[in-house]
């Protein structure tokens, strides 16, 4: 088991940044593979950015590509969104997922995900 704890998330004029965290617990984070998910109203979870267990290996959704940054620390059990020039269509939920993996990928799709979190607002004004 791994318990996830998002964090970070807030109301943000448009053009603005923010950071989300997210904190892991239990088994060892360095053999999970780890992924961000927003989910808008009326809308379907998609997924926002996915980074491999080492972190050489990330992957962006077009939308957010050139704004936001994945990384991760496997020494403070603690991978991180950082979000740059946000957009009203950010608008979202936010959520951090985990899956025990050994190949050294990344994942983008919800169903690949084991652990989640109880995910994080955030709200882009324009």
């Known amino acids: 088991q791994v318990q996830l704890v998002e964090s970070g998330g807030g109301l943000v004029q448009a053009g603005g940044s923010l950071r989300l965290s997210c904190a892991a617990s239990?088994?060892?984070?360095?053999?999970?593979?780890m992924g961000w998910f927003r989910q808008g109203p009326g809308k379907e979870r998609e997924s926002v950015a996915a980074?491999?267990?080492?972190?050489?290996?990330?992957h962006y959704a077009d939308s957010v590509k050139g704004r936001f940054t994945i990384s991760r620390d496997n020494n403070e059990n603690t991978v991180y969104l950082q979000m740059n020039s946000l957009k009203p269509e950010d608008t979202a939920v936010y959520y951090c997922?985990?899956?025990?993996?050994?190949?050294?990928?990344?994942?983008?799709?919800?169903?690949?995900?084991?652990?989640w979190g109880q995910g994080t607002q955030v709200t882009v004004s324009s």
């Open positions: 997922a985990a899956v025990y993996e050994i190949g050294g990928n990344y994942y983008t799709r919800p169903q690949e995900y084991n652990y």
């Open positions: 239990g088994r060892t984070f360095s053999r999970f593979a």
């Open positions: 980074i491999s267990r080492s972190g050489g290996s990330t």
